[in-house]
């Protein structure tokens, strides 16, 4: 497809051949913002760049909450029917109204990053659980609207997922996240960071259904002790890092079993011996009772 120049003797932008240079060599160099300036221009302009939006693969706006951001996102809605990631993390705006739209059209998506979308329901999540077979990283962090009944119905529909971050999400409970468990058995990354269902009964899960998993975030999980963790040490032996700050009881008896092979987060804490502690010429007293 080529545009005309309306009506001027001279050659413009869009006569040059759209389909295999100008979407081929120019379109990839150009950001979101660029996009939608050019589409400003002209009608042909516009009708150049919404065309193009039928071939973009990612969509990036992470972080991105600037003025008027939710009416382009609804243009992208309208023409972008093959992305294959998108990462609307921290964005304000975001809402179920524009987001379903958009997740029903793109039905191939394999990584979609929700993290800190607070005002999303679990509504936006029906065309990802219905529609995206494909789906392969699942970041949810921070969205409280995650629900029991959302993550179930996810279980039924998936079992390709590899990377899954549900951190901060309080409203599951432990058996969801094991039927998850049980029936994604690639899962390589998972966050549970500050889920207060994480327990070691979760953890043995993980070690019995999860044998390839390389990264692991327990942080904040105050109730699992070293029998979660050294039942992961077994049976975990992919395992490549292991996050476990703020987890009172878990100790460096059952972290010492992963040392050197693991990375984590927590150093060694060495206590010393005190049969090794050399003598300095104090006599030692012996009381008995």
């Given amino acids: 497809m080529a545009g005309t120049d309306d009506g001027n003797d001279g050659l413009s932008l869009f006569d040059i051949v759209w389909e295999d ?29 919404d065309n193009g939006f039928q071939r973009l693969r990612e969509i990036n706006l992470s972080g991105n909450n600037s003025p008027h951001l939710d009416l382009a996102f609804q243009v992208l809605s309208e023409n972008c029917k093959n992305v294959r990631e998108i990462s609307l993390a921290r964005c304000n705006w975001v809402q179920d ?21 607070l005002n999303i329901t679990p509504r936006s999540m029906q065309p990802v659980i219905v529609g995206c077979k494909q789906l392969t990283t699942l970041k949810l962090s921070h969205c409280h609207w995650l629900t029991i009944g959302a993550m179930e119905a996810l279980t039924l ?8 971050d549900v951190s901060y999400c309080a409203a599951l409970n ?36 999860s044998k390839f998993i390389k990264n692991l975030n327990l942080v904040g999980c105050y109730m699992i002790t070293d029998r979660g963790i050294g039942a992961l040490a077994l049976c975990c032996k ?33 206590q010393p011996d005190m049969n090794m502690v050399p003598n300095m010429g104090f006599p030692r007293l012996f009381l008995q009772v």
């Fill in 21 to 49: 240079v100008l979407y081929v060599k120019l379109f990839p160099l150009l950001s979101l913002k660029d996009l939608f300036s050019l589409r400003c221009c002209s009608q042909l302009a516009k009708s150049f760049v």
């Fill in 97 to 117: 109204s524009f987001l379903f739209p958009f997740l029903q059209n793109n039905r191939r998506l394999t990584k979609i990053n929700l993290s800190d979308c």
């Fill in 157 to 164: 529909h998936h079992t390709k997922i590899v990377e899954l």
């Fill in 174 to 209: 432990e058996r969801c996240i094991s039927v998850f468990l049980l029936n994604c058995r690639m899962l390589k990354t998972l966050s549970l960071s500050n889920v207060p269902a994480v327990s070691d009964n979760l953890l043995i899960a993980i070690a019995k259904h």
């Fill in 238 to 270: 992919e395992l490549e890092s292991l996050m476990v700050r703020e987890c009172p009881q878990v100790t460096e008896r059952s972290l010492t079993l992963m040392r050197g092979r693991v990375y984590m987060d927590r150093p060694r804490v060495f």
